[in-house]
Nanobody, 116 residues
């Protein structure tokens, strides 16, 4: 499985961005897709995940502002980020896990920078 992420960029505080990540290869094996982020000097952390049947999970810090969605036909996961804050600045990584969690795949990361 290969993951290709896009959609990062520079935005002012209060603005919005939409990230996309498309999987290719043996996509039938994927159950969970999601986004993680890593800010400078910090560990990578969960942002949001969505299962193939649509169950979502969010970090508390993004609830109500970020929305994760998924198009199973296109093998694509989206992250709509609204009301962005400077502390949301990080490299955002797409993630995919197979059924049973035996394999985990990572995309190349896309930079999100929120200016104050």
């Amino acid at each position: 499985v290969q993951l290709q992420a896009s959609g990062g960029g520079l935005v002012q505080a209060g603005g919005s961005l939409r990230l996309s990540c498309t999987a290719s290869g043996t996509t039938f094996s994927i159950n969970v897709m999601g986004w993680y982020r890593q800010a400078p000097g910090k560990q990578r952390e969960l942002v949001a995940t969505v299962t193939k049947d649509g169950n979502t999970n969010y970090a508390d810090s993004v609830k109500g502002r970020f929305t994760i969605s998924r198009d199973n036909v296109k093998s694509t996961v989206y992250l709509q980020m609204n009301s962005l804050k400077p502390e949301n600045t990080a490299v955002y990584y797409c993630n995919a896990r197979t059924w049973g969690g035996n394999y985990v795949y990572w995309g190349q990361g896309t930079q999100v920078t929120v200016s104050s």
